[in-house]
């Protein structure tokens, strides 16, 4: 009942949340439910995401899942404090994690929620347009959780704008590259392999580039593979 | 929807008694932030292209080493512009930037070693990382040259001199700093 | 050039190395008598829960005879700074430390309050002494918890009024002067 309690505390009033929270006595208590409520959404998303092609990518896509909201937030968020600083804003590391727990157990529980409709469109469309909802979900869902975090942050100070390119920059960079090493997410469905994840090869950047380079035309020959799946894709044998 | 974050730059009040502009740091304040841009530089040492020794001062080096060959020209071409700020003021506002740089640089610290450690893009991340603490501490240290000379009760065209005198100087680190920077990587 | 590691064996090194890490943080919170939830969550997310360690019961030491009048300054201090209308006063300043600092010097009156007790007769000068630098040193940690309170009144006039930041350099600056309340009292 309690997480039922704060699961709606957090979609209603997540400021007021952050604020209870934020507090020498409440932390301690609070910081494992908001964690548990991350797992949770997250866990169920990626279980939709990993349907799309069944089998073992439903567990592995779950289990996944959770990590790209969390380590991204771990590695971006010591990094804020000092940024605020330097547009003489204070804000303590406490409360930055806390608006961090708010915002990303926000997120997991709106893309939970997103799942159904998600798990229909799977249903109905390939596997490139699949891949695009799925980012088009994470964005969207993420928006409101990194209000939260914005909204955390106490006013006053000069350059904000300084520190919040900073953290989103920070935070999209750190995003990027957590989900290129926990790769894959959404597998094509006859696709026989399926592991937990890939060998680290290159980086998202790299990728980033391979892709902006094939959209123009100019290929790779260790892209040949990818190239089959598309061959198929067009010949409507998925 | 309330907006989220006002765009608009807020003008510094009296009433906010930033430490950048009131004081000098601490000297705990200034170790910790050499310690962090030690740190850094560590962090982007490591990685998959190998561990280089060299490279672990670099931050420090880069940052530190170019205020503190710059700094005196600062304050004598303050000195010799007669500008109203006290000594201690203009000194205070370069050691409080290079704390708080330091602050951001050990909480960077994580995320470079992410990323030496993933990627074999550690270097080039650690010198645009290098790039961005030397912006922001800039930016910091301008502030509060120019907070220090209002403090102090100077003339409009006197704060015009202190704006000029800000941005050449941090440009001219900025410069200083990419020269040790190089020399560094090279 | 050191040496030459793959990607895949600094990663998976990394990986180690942050279990290890959660596996001694969550021992570390166990230890400070942390709610389970935290222990195990510290296992996988300990960079998150860091805040649990800085702020360690301050069980602090032994009880002296203004402990009661710290905490009820203290709590309606944190009450008042935890209060959802009171965000424009940035409070990250070292409350965890003026408490431990008042303790600190709480806990200093109590060892004098004992050997006083013991000195019914004799060396009456050192008494004396004794006496007056207690009262000294009291009177400076009831100067510090009436300005602590004064700080909380301030907090309204901020949050109506902005100004946060004086108040979270104020409070830095009385968790300093707490901190150096023994050498001030002469004990």
């Known amino acids: ?238 | ?186 | 050039m050191i040496a030459f590691v793959s990607a895949q064996v600094l990663t998976g090194g990394l990986g180690v190395v942050y279990l290890a890490g959660g596996v001694v943080v969550a021992g570390l919170l166990e230890r400070a008598g942390r709610p389970r939830g935290a222990v195990l969550g510290a296992v996988v997310a300990w960079p998150l829960l860091l805040p649990l360690l800085q702020e360690a019961q301050v069980v602090g030491p032994a009880p002296g005879p203004l402990r009661g009048r710290i905490d009820q300054v203290l709590q309606a201090l944190t009450d008042t700074l935890g209060d959802p209308a009171a965000t424009e006063v940035a409070w990250t300043a070292d409350l965890h430390g003026l408490r431990l600092a008042l303790y600190t010097a709480d806990a200093r009156l109590a060892l004098v309050d004992r050997l006083l007790e013991g000195e019914a007769q004799g060396a009456e000068d050192s008494v004396d002494a004794l006496r007056a630098a207690r009262a000294d040193s009291q009177h400076a940690v009831e100067t510090v918890l009436s300005e602590v309170h004064q700080l909380r009144l301030q907090v309204g006039l901020a949050a109506l009024a902005g100004g946060g930041q004086a108040l979270a350099e104020r409070l830095r600056e009385l968790s300093a002067r707490a901190s150096t309340l023994g050498e001030v009292g002469g004990l």
């Open chain 1, 1 to 238: 009942m309690t997480l039922i309690h704060r699961a709606a505390w957090l979609l209603r009033d997540p400021s007021g949340l952050v604020d209870h929270v934020d507090h020498d006595t409440h932390f301690a208590e609070e910081a494992p439910r908001l964690l548990g409520l991350l797992a949770l959404g997250a866990l169920t998303f990626g279980a939709v995401v990993g349907g799309f092609r069944g089998g073992l990518q439903v567990p592995f896509a779950a289990v996944k899942l959770p990590l790209l909201f969390l380590v991204p937030m771990m590695l971006v968020l010591p990094a804020l404090r000092g940024l605020w600083a330097l547009s003489e804003v204070e804000v303590s590391y406490r409360r930055l994690v806390t608006a961090g727990l708010v915002g990303g157990a926000r997120t997991a529980l709106l893309a939970a929620a997103a799942g159904p409709v998600l798990w229909l469109l799977f249903g109905l469309i390939g596997y490139h347009l699949a891949v695009l909802c799925f980012v088009a979900v994470l964005g969207v869902t993420g928006l409101p959780g990194l209000l939260v975090v914005a909204r955390a942050v106490p006013s006053g100070g000069r350059g904000r704008w300084v520190a919040l390119a900073g953290s989103l920059t920070l935070m999209a960079v750190a995003s990027m590259q957590t989900g290129w090493l926990l790769r894959p997410f959404l597998v094509r469905p006859q696709s026989d392999d399926i592991v937990l994840f890939r060998a680290i090869e290159d980086d998202v950047f790299h990728s980033l580039g391979t892709t902006a380079m094939s959209s123009v035309g100019v290929y790779r020959y260790d892209l040949v593979r990818e190239e089959v799946y598309e061959q198929s894709d067009l010949r409507g044998t998925r």
């Open chain 2, 1 to 186: 929807m309330d907006a989220v974050m006002p765009i608009i730059e807020e003008p510094a009040t009296m009433d906010a008694a930033t430490p950048t502009g009131s004081s000098l740091p601490t000297v705990r304040e200034v170790t910790h932030g050499l310690g962090g841009l030690l740190a850094l530089g560590t962090a982007g040492a490591l990685g998959a292209h190998g561990l280089t020794p060299h490279a672990m001062p670099g931050v420090l080096w880069t940052s530190a080493g170019a205020l503190v060959l710059t700094g005196p020209a600062l304050l004598v071409v303050h000195q010799f512009l007669g500008l109203q700020a006290a000594p201690d003021r203009v000194v205070g506002s370069m050691a409080w930037a290079l704390a708080k740089a330091g602050q951001l640089a050990m909480g960077l610290v994580p995320f470079q070693v992410f990323f030496s450690v993933t990627t074999q893009r550690g270097p080039g991340l650690l010198a645009l990382l290098l790039c961005g603490l030397g912006g922001t501490g800039l930016l910091a240290a301008m502030r509060g040259l120019v907070d220090a000379e209002r403090d102090a009760g100077s003339t409009g065209t006197q704060l015009m001199h202190v704006r000029g005198l800000a941005l050449a100087w941090a440009a001219l680190t900025l410069l200083v700093g990419l020269r040790l920077g190089w020399e560094v990587m090279a």
